[in-house]
C-alpha cells in the first residue's frame, strides 16, 4: 500500500527529469551573490545577438518574469548587468533499418522483404541560449546559464519553449552556499 503512495511522487520525478532542456551554470565562488538586488539589460550585448526582434523580446519578459521571482527588481543603476547570447546547429540523424539480412534478392522481388535497405534522414535545430549576469560596478561576469535543447518554429510552441529555456536556466541561480 506503501508503494501505492509513492507512485505519483514517482512519476512526478521521471517528467520532470525528462525536460527537453539541458543546463548548465558558472559563477566565481569569490562573489556574495545575496548584495545583488536590482539589475538592467546591458543593451550592446544584446542588440549584438542575431536573433529575431521578437524572440529577443521574449526572452527578456522571460528573464524579467524570473528574476522578478526571485525578488530582484530592474533599475536605472543596477547591481547586475543581463546579457545573453545564442547559437544554433544543425543535427541531421540518418538511420538505415534492415542493412545486411536476409537472402538477397532471391525468390520473390520485395527489397524490403528480401535484404532491402530503408534508410530515413531527419534534421533538428539544437540551439544554446547563454545568460550572463555582469557586476555592474566591476564589470565583471560573476554567473553564466547555458541552457541547450531543440528549437521549433511553430508559432505558439515557441513562447513556451522560450520561457522553459529561461526559467530552467535561472532555476540555477544564485548559487547556494551547499553548491559552492
Known amino acids: 500500500m506503501k508503494a501505492i503512495k509513492f507512485l505519483p511522487v514517482f512519476l512526478l ?13 558558472d559563477y566565481d565562488n569569490n562573489v556574495d551573490f545575496s ?3 536590482t539589475y538592467a539589460f546591458h543593451k550592446k550585448g544584446i542588440d549584438r545577438v542575431e536573433i529575431s526582434e521578437l524572440d529577443k523580446k521574449r526572452i527578456l519578459n522571460a528573464i524579467d518574469r524570473e528574476l522578478s521571482r526571485k525578488g530582484m ?4 543603476n543596477p ?8 547559437k544554433e546547429r544543425e543535427k541531421i540523424d540518418v538511420n538505415q533499418y534492415n542493412a545486411g539480412w536476409g537472402y538477397g534478392w532471391g525468390y520473390g522481388w520485395n527489397p524490403y522483404f528480401w535484404g532491402g535497405r530503408s534508410t ?4 533538428s535545430t539544437e540551439g544554446t541560449l547563454y545568460i ?3 557586476d555592474a560596478k566591476k564589470k565583471e561576469l560573476v554567473w553564466q546559464g547555458e541552457g541547450v535543447g531543440y528549437l521549433t518554429e511553430n508559432r505558439s510552441e ?3 519553449q522560450i520561457n522553459e529555456f529561461v526559467a530552467k536556466i535561472l532555476e540555477q541561480f544564485p ?6
Open 79 to 86: 547591481d547586475l548587468l543581463i546579457n545573453i547570447l545564442t
Open 120 to 123: 530515413y534522414v531527419s534534421s
Open 35 to 37: 548584495q545583488y538586488k
Open 73 to 76: 527588481t530592474k533599475s536605472e
Open 175 to 180: 548559487p547556494s552556499a551547499s553548491k559552492k
Open 13 to 25: 520525478f521521471v517528467i520532470a527529469s525528462c525536460s527537453s532542456v539541458k543546463v548548465y551554470s
Open 132 to 134: 550572463d549576469l555582469i
Open 158 to 160: 515557441k513562447e513556451k
